[in-house]
């Protein structure tokens, strides 16, 4: 295992593709930098990642191996385990690990990513990643042309299902405990999507598919999907001791650390956010673009501040 040295120019807290992206423009700009990862990342249910360029289908282990190579490649390091708190400011950050151990950085960026909660509804969670999915672009053509029941769950649950309708004419929507408005009820109705009215009692499943969903008052639904919009949290209470705490998002889709758009960079001096620690409707592409330009932001920042200490230095 990768000891923690006592100090590095980047801590970077998170596995993922955000943040092992921007390990890599960090290491390849010469800055000492370790990742810090706690071994969850968010699409381990899946089979495979899809719509990344040039590597559609690779499984999501793979890819993050791949990357956690590239990093070593260039005297990054990849460092297993939790973040417990980070501490201090800008220049002498301290990050404390669940384990106890330590360490010290200039610049943190956060790639944490997000934890899906999942209505508590029983058979969702034992589907989740494979019958039961939330991204018509990450795993709609692996539903296509089945029976799909989309969960209404709250504002974006009519986009969702107009999604998924352009790949299966079979689509139903259960409203649950979500209201639908007349002008979403409207558009569904038009397009031919069916509205199921009634509390969700269970994913019903046999032989590790998914069969139908059964409604409180017994009915059963036959369907051989389900797609269903999480509520996403940002992995992100290590930040409390520097003042950043996640905020809801302005979609409604769950809580994120606000960042700049280009950049990364927080409200906190010194402390950057990529992935879906802060976009949460990011892909792995779009992520791994996000960490990349975080990290070349990151190194651009403390040249321009060791350049403005060594004029100071000079007078």
């Excluded at 700009?29 to 899809?50: F, L, M, Q, Y």
């Excluded at 200039?106 to 934890?115: C, E, S």
């Excluded at 899906?116 to 989740?128: H, I, S, Y």
């Excluded at 989309?150 to 790949?167: I, K, N, S």
Aim: charged letters at 20%.
């Amino acid at each position: 295992m990768t000891e923690l040295q006592d100090s590095y120019d980047v801590i970077v807290i998170g596995g993922g593709a955000a943040g092992l992206n921007g390990a890599l423009m960090l290491a390849r700009s010469r800055r000492s930098v370790a990742v810090i990862d706690a071994g969850r990342p968010r699409n381990a249910p899946a089979e495979a990642v899809h719509g990344l360029f040039a590597r559609e289908g690779t499984p999501p282990a793979e890819l993050i191996a791949r990357g956690q190579e590239e990093v070593r490649s260039y005297g990054g390091e990849v460092i297993a385990g939790e973040v417990a708190a980070v501490a201090g400011s800008v220049d002498d950050f301290e990050v404390r690990l669940a384990d106890g151990r330590t360490s010290r950085a200039r610049r943190i960026l956060v790639t944490a990513g997000v934890v899906d909660v999942l209505p508590a509804v029983p058979g969702l969670a034992e589907q989740w990643g494979r019958g039961v999915v939330h991204c018509p672009y990450c795993h709609g053509w692996e539903v296509r042309d089945r029976a799909i029941g989309v969960l209404a769950t709250g504002p974006m649950t009519a986009h969702q299902a107009l999604l998924f309708h352009q790949l299966s004419d079979d689509v139903v929507v259960f409203s649950h405990d979500a209201a639908l408005g007349e002008e979403e009820r409207e558009k569904l109705a038009a397009v031919g999507i069916r509205v199921v009215a009634g509390q969700v009692a269970a994913v019903e499943q046999a032989a590790g598919l998914i069969t139908g969903v059964r409604l409180a008052d017994g009915t059963l639904v036959p369907r051989e999907a389900i797609a269903v919009a999480t509520r996403m949290v940002a992995r992100a209470g290590f930040l409390a001791g520097l003042g950043l705490t996640p905020v809801e998002h302005p979609s409604g889709m769950g809580v994120h650390i606000p960042a700049e758009a280009m950049t990364g960079r927080t409200d906190v001096p010194g402390v950057w956010a990529a992935g879906n620690v802060t976009d949460m409707a990011a892909q792995v592409g779009p992520a791994a673009a996000a960490g990349g330009q975080a990290g070349a932001m990151i190194n651009a920042d403390m040249v321009m501040a060791d350049a403005a200490r060594a004029v100071a230095g000079r007078n």
